[in-house]
């Protein structure tokens, strides 16, 4: 369905590019909902916003992404508005801000339709099941964004968002500023609206791999601008070969277990600026198992059907 | 470490940054001209040097002369002397009244809070203009002095609402929070910390109500009502519009004068502009 | 919204109090007696000097206690009685002060709402382009950093004295006597244009800066990025970046209101314009203290007036102040 070929965005300042992902290369099949996960810096954010707003300061050095076979004009801000909404969509991390605070959102919801050349018609009566679908009560729509909970405006974007049916969904942070409970509610209702086919796959942009584990199918780690590892989720949680994914995971608090028992490690080091990063794998530095090879940037190969690990060490038999 | 740093990378964006050049070399160049523009010209303001009258600007008077024989240029000059003095003293007194109103009204908030902004809204309200004009018209006697006092007493609102609204932001911070579980004064919080915090804030304050302090001393004096022995830019015009210079097309007149307190202005925002630039990142053009 | 408009009365109210006892209370406690300074004026013989002194003094309340001179003051204010003017005796101050309102009115108002909506767009249209925005700002910046007795000085010399296509003073030329005749309109219109055109430059110019800067602000909003990724036109971007900028451009247009008062003044000193700041002016010249009082009066009222209508916009137009949240910022 998604097909990333070698992905390369620099972020444009004034001290110069900042090298925020590098060579990026997977794929995703239809109704996958992949999880991007990562440390703060790490690219996934540039990441699922190169697919949709490649806007400046981002910079598209090279690689290219098809969308069910066609190629996507990410660097083109205007061509790209015929891919937007009807095929990709995001649900952004600021969906607490993203309405018109000055538009009833029923009003803003049609002039956007209208804009974007929809069935107004046959889109508003969709609306409707979906606002129920949420859990939304249908006066929402004559209501200001100010007047409405952040968990609810939260919950009017996944609809706006969705609304077209989307071949592509991001969802950047959805979860990151609420509390448990609202999270696993968030997340579930995801999942459900890839069930009930309101989008085909999904993106979901996370530091939480806990969520993850709950949602995902699959779950892509990356590191310092470069993918580490893809493989389902059970993979990367019971038995994960990239060295920083494991690493990751051990780090992760186990429900039972006591701190007297098993002390939680964390990773020790700090991720490389990107401005001028090391050559070769960027995590080098903090890995217990780097040797002289890492110095040339290891390929994000298939080491096992459906698993893919950009290590010297994993790949080491199979290069 | 980090503030030093911090700094330095201020001062890289200041001295490279095209608006804050501009406006700091139009600045420099009417205060040298305030400073040093007596030492060019051997006359007073008021004396009468020439006595055909008016004469347009010649090598021997660099602005010409006015309808009683006056030097245009000696009379800049010296009004240039009496504008920023204005300025200063009006501006600093507007300033420090709204960051003392500011900071009690954002930092400790509450009834405290109630009644400044109140206070503030009624000043804001009524206009300036006509309080000056209302207070200096009694005045038999008026000096630099009282202008400038008359001015900072009736700006500091602008000032004050700005303030408060940054010392607001700033106290829920939590550096903030430290300090006053250390047990340190209200006073001393708001002078240690979040005031060079906002330093950048203060310093763009201090030259709008600079550039505003001009303008009003400017006006007040066209109109009649400034300082009653002096020169400054604002009488300039006014005299010149009392003699006739429009009728007589004695441009040399009232154009310097004017221009001067425009480029002034100007430049003041412009230095403003560049300095919002150098402390917002956002808004540095790439 | 009651507590909105409640809010705002109450500080009108209590602004109009402090306002009339500023009135009140600077000429009795200023150096030097108001009367025997107002009558130092008129030259006349020692006999009618102590008369008029007498009956000015009586007049203005002077020889009773502070308290009832107080009492007095605003029961006269009141009724409507603004006392007699001095330097145009023996006019009643009210009678002169209406007679100007209608040039003031006739200045501001076209020059006001001109201004805002005309610097408005523009500003928008100068956000969109980069070579716009770079010719349009500093023209935009030196406009509003021009003193506005400046500019109409700058515009009299030039289409009045160098081109001499419109005239420098008065509402209407000596020799025309009003009347509704189109030669007595033109020339009106004639003698109106220039401080009309001197006033709304200098405003222009502010307006457009400053909405320039509020949509360029809108543009990076959260809101405009979201409609940005999902393929909405740059149009609807813009409208609503230009409807949510607005609204503060509405709340700094009352407050500017005293700025944009004190630039009429000036004007009209410049061109003679027979309006109430040209009135303030004689009548500080001519030590008139009851035409001073009442100019500052009429300015005030007039202030406090155009702030409640802008405040009335100003629910009319964001609509979140109707549903009880205000959205004016502190």
């Given amino acids: 369905m998604l097909q990333v070929e070698n992905l390369t965005v620099y972020y444009q300042t004034l001290k110069g590019q900042v090298r925020a992902l590098e060579n990026a290369s997977f794929t995703l099949a239809n109704g996958e909902i992949m999880g991007l996960a990562g440390e703060t810096g790490c690219g996934k954010t540039t990441l699922g916003h190169s697919l949709i707003r490649l806007a400046p300061p981002m910079v598209h050095i090279g690689g290219r992404v098809l969308l069910n076979g066609q190629e996507l004009p990410l660097a083109d801000m205007q061509k790209m508005d015929a891919y937007r909404f009807t095929d990709i969509s995001i649900i952004p991390q600021y969906a607490m801000n993203a309405l018109n605070p000055i538009r009833k959102i029923g009003q803003m919801t049609e002039e956007l339709l209208r804009a974007r050349k929809a069935d107004v018609k046959a889109v508003t009566a969709e609306l409707k099941d979906r606002l129920e679908m949420v859990k939304l009560p249908q006066e929402v729509l004559n209501m200001y964004p100010i007047e409405l909970s952040g968990g609810m405006k939260q919950r009017m974007v996944m609809v706006l968002s969705t609304l077209l049916n989307p071949e592509l969904l991001i969802a950047d942070e959805i979860t990151s500023a609420l509390d448990v409970a609202s999270q696993r509610a968030v997340a579930e209702m995801l999942v459900e609206f890839r069930n009930q086919h309101c989008c085909n796959s999904v993106i979901f942009i996370t530091h939480d791999i806990s969520i993850l584990y709950q949602i995902a199918d699959s779950i892509l780690i990356m590191y310092a601008g470069q993918l580490a590892e893809k493989a389902s989720t059970e993979t990367i949680i019971r038995s994960p070969r990239h060295p920083y994914t494991r690493l990751l995971i051990s780090a992760l608090p186990e429900i039972g277990v006591r701190y007297s028992d098993k002390r939680l490690t964390g990773i020790p080091g700090k991720t490389p600026l990107l401005l001028n990063p090391p050559q070769g794998c960027r995590f080098r530095e903090r890995c217990p198992l780097a040797f002289e090879k890492c110095a040339e940037v290891p390929p994000f190969i298939e080491i096992e059907p459906g698993h893919f690990a950009a290590c010297w060490k994993e790949t080491g038999s199979h290069a | 470490m980090k503030a030093l740093k911090q700094k330095n990378e201020f001062l890289y964006f200041a001295l490279r940054n095209r608006k804050l050049q501009i406006g700091l070399g139009v600045i420099l160049f009417f205060v040298l001209l305030a400073a040093f523009g007596p030492l060019l010209t051997d006359y007073g303001p008021f004396d009468y040097v020439n006595p055909t009258g008016p004469v347009p600007p010649s090598s021997k008077y660099w602005l010409g002369t006015t309808f009683f024989g006056q030097d245009v240029f000696t009379q800049v000059v010296m009004g240039l002397r009496a504008t920023f003095m204005i300025a200063v003293l009006g501006g600093g007194i507007a300033t420090l009244t709204g960051m003392l109103l500011g900071f009690l009204a954002g930092y400790r908030g509450g009834m405290l809070d109630e009644i400044i902004n109140a206070l503030t809204n009624i000043v804001l309200v009524i206009p300036t203009m006509a309080v000056l004009l209302i207070i200096a018209a009694y005045l038999q006697v008026r000096s630099l002095w009282m202008e400038s006092i008359l001015i900072g007493l009736t700006s500091w609102p602008w000032a004050a609402r700005a303030i408060r609204a940054q010392t607001f932001s700033l106290r829920t911070r939590d550096f903030v929070d430290m300090a006053r579980m250390s047990g340190e004064s209200s006073f001393k919080i708001i002078f240690s910390e979040i005031a060079p915090n906002m330093m950048s804030y203060l310093v763009m304050t201090f030259i709008l109500q600079f550039g505003g302090a001009v303008l009003n001393a400017a006006t007040l004096d066209f109109i009649g009502l400034g300082p009653t022995n002096a020169i400054s830019l604002g009488l300039i015009m006014q005299y010149a519009m009392m003699w006739g210079a429009l009728q007589f097309g004695m441009w040399w007149w009232f154009v310097p004068p004017g221009l001067a307190v425009t480029l002034i202005v100007g430049a003041l925002y412009s230095m403003n502009v560049g300095l919002d630039e150098v402390f917002n990142p956002k808004l540095r053009e790439m | ?330």
Avoid at chain 3, 7 to 24: C, G, H, N, P, S
Avoid at chain 3, 52 to 74: A, I, K, R, S, V
Avoid at chain 3, 208 to 232: K, P, Q, T, V, W
């Fill in chain 3, 1 to 330: 919204m009651r507590k909105y408009f409640g809010r705002k009365l109450l500080i009108y109210l209590l602004t109009f109090f402090l306002a009339v006892t500023i009135d009140w209370l600077i000429p009795r406690f200023m150096p030097g007696d108001p009367v025997a300074n107002m009558l130092a004026r008129v030259s006349v013989n020692s006999t009618a000097a102590s008369v008029m002194q007498e009956y000015y003094t009586h007049l203005f309340g002077l020889d009773l206690p502070l308290w009832q001179q107080y009492l007095n003051f605003w029961t006269n204010l009141l009724h409507g009685d603004l006392g007699i003017s001095a330097y145009l005796f023996p006019k009643p101050v009210t009678q002169v002060l209406m007679n100007a309102i209608p040039y003031d009115v006739a200045l501001l108002l076209p020059a006001i709402l001109l201004s805002w909506l005309a610097g408005n767009n523009f500003g928008a249209v100068a956000a969109r382009s980069k070579w716009l925005d770079n010719t349009v700002s500093p023209i935009g910046y030196i406009l509003t950093a021009t003193p506005y007795m400046w500019l109409g000085i700058l515009l009299a010399w030039f289409f009045g004295i160098i081109l001499d296509i419109f005239p420098i003073a008065g509402a209407y030329s000596f020799s025309l006597s009003p009347t509704l005749s189109w030669k007595f309109i033109g020339d009106v219109l004639l003698h109106w244009f220039l401080p009309f055109f001197s006033l709304f430059m200098v405003q222009f110019g502010g307006w457009a800066i400053g909405m320039r800067n509020m949509i360029i602000y809108e543009l990076e909003a959260d809101y405009s990025h979201y409609l940005e990724a999902l393929g909405a036109p740059r149009s609807l971007i813009r409208r609503y970046a230009f409807n949510n900028a607005v609204l503060p451009q509405l709340s700094g247009l009352a407050l500017q209101l005293g700025v944009i008062v004190a630039g009429a003044l000036v004007t009209e000193v410049v061109f003679s314009y027979p309006g109430i700041g040209y009135l303030l002016l004689a009548a500080i010249q001519n030590q008139d203290y009851f035409l001073i009082q009442g100019c500052f009066l009429f300015i005030i009222i007039g202030v406090l007036l155009a702030n409640f209508v802008i405040d009335i916009v100003y629910v009319l137009v964001d609509p979140r102040t109707r549903r009880g949240m205000t959205g004016e910022a502190a």
